[in-house]
């Protein structure tokens, strides 16, 4: 008698093959494509009747410069979807890395399902991952002007420039930043009887 997740398991190898490598952890599968085939895999991956992964759950870019104590020698950002198949009721998790870590190019999946659009928004302007073929690849959560991804590892905990409104001025502006470093020193509060009465 096959398990939930073997019944999976088979029907990936069967419709993917040897595009992806695939590991089972925690009761969760997860498949790790090259960028080649990353579009390819993905319309599979929802179209294959016997896969039907009809919902992108979510996607975020990952930075992995200084994963496993800065042990990791593989390509540096990667790009991290979760699919659930509602039909199947089965869930995978999705890896591509981006092949070059100075300009960090994927291919988007915005016109296999649109609700990673802003996903690969953010996944954009926090690190910096380009997905090829968005059609409005933008800022979402900083400003237009900001300048750097502020999620990539080697990014200044304080950051460059502050912005500010200004009122003499009546408009916001940009300065270097001011932010003294500081250490914070946590408070114990030590009481004898704490909770007796």
């Not at 993917?16 to 993905?42: H, I, N, P, Q």
């Not at 890395?97 to 928004?121: C, G, K």
């Not at 460059?160 to 500081?182: A, F, L, W």
Request: aromatic share 10%; hydrophobic share 40%.
């Amino acid at each position: 008698m096959t398990t939930h997740l073997e019944v999976l398991q088979i029907a990936l190898g069967t419709a993917l093959g040897d595009r992806v490598s695939t590991t089972v952890a925690l009761g969760e599968v997860t498949l790790v494509v090259k960028a080649e085939d990353y579009l390819a895999v993905m319309q599979t991956l929802r179209d294959d009747p016997s896969l039907h992964f009809e919902q992108l759950l979510d996607l975020c870019g990952v930075d992995y410069s200084t994963y496993g104590d800065g042990s990791w020698d593989g390509l540096r950002f990667a790009a991290v979807s979760h699919l659930l198949s509602v039909k199947h009721n089965w869930r995978v998790r999705v890896r591509v890395f981006a092949p070059d870590d100075d300009m960090p190019l994927l291919p988007s999946v915005v016109n296999i399902w649109r609700a990673v659009n802003w996903y690969e928004r953010e996944a954009f302007d926090l690190l910096g991952i380009l997905f090829e073929g968005h059609n409005d690849l933008r800022r979402l959560l900083t400003d237009y002007g900001f300048i750097g991804h502020p999620f990539r590892k080697d990014f200044p905990v304080s950051g460059y420039v502050e912005m500010r409104y200004d009122p003499e001025q009546k408009r916001v502006i940009y300065q270097p930043v001011t932010i003294e470093p500081r250490e914070n020193v946590p408070r114990v509060i030590r009481e004898e009887h704490y909770g007796m009465k």
